[in-house]
Structure formats: structure tokens, C-alpha cells
């Protein structure tokens, strides 16, 4: 089963704790994120993005973001992280 859930349109310090527990209900689905509303997204935000990848790959699921924004891409390409789009 694919689990599916939209990303913020923001996410800062404020946010995470939401965005984690979000996230960590979804564990054990392959997931898709849907980013086309991101906005801004904060370091924070991107450390469990990335975090959640790595949790997800090493579980053996599917862990994507669907439609992403120019703007999320353009704030991975930033922080210098791959992209989340790889599959197990």
C-alpha cells in the first residue's frame, strides 16, 4: 500500500514536531509526499525530510515526493540533498 500525504506550504521550527509525527504514523506504507505547495521549508523540515528518507529506504519502502515545487527543489539543491525520489 501507498500511503499519500501533502507536504506544508511552510515549515519551520513551529511546524516539525507536527511534520514528524505525520510522518512517523505513515511508517511501514511505501510513501509518497506531495510538495507542490511547499513554499519554504527550514532546515529543521529538511533534517526529517531526510531522516524519514533514510528510515523508510532502510525498511525497504518507497520513499518520494510527488510534484514537487520549484521552490522545494530549489531549497534541496540549496542545502545540497539528494533529492527524495528513490525507491527501495
Known amino acids: 500500500m501507498t500511503a499519500q500525504m501533502t507536504l506544508p506550504s511552510s515549515c519551520d521550527l513551529s511546524d516539525v514536531t507536527g511534520l514528524r ?10 510513501l509518497d509526499l506531495d510538495g507542490s505547495a511547499v513554499e519554504r521549508f527550514g532546515a529543521l523540515g529538511l533534517q526529517i525530510l531526510a531522516s524519514a528518507q533514510k528510515t523508510w529506504l532502510e525498511d525497504g519502502n518507497t520513499f518520494r515526493i510527488t510534484a514537487p515545487s520549484n521552490r522545494l527543489i530549489e531549497i534541496f539543491k540549496l542545502a545540497n540533498l539528494e533529492f527524495p525520489d528513490a525507491q527501495s
Not at 21 to 30: F, I, K, M, Q
Open 21 to 30: 509525527d505525520a510522518l512517523l504514523s505513515l511508517r511501514g506504507d511505501d
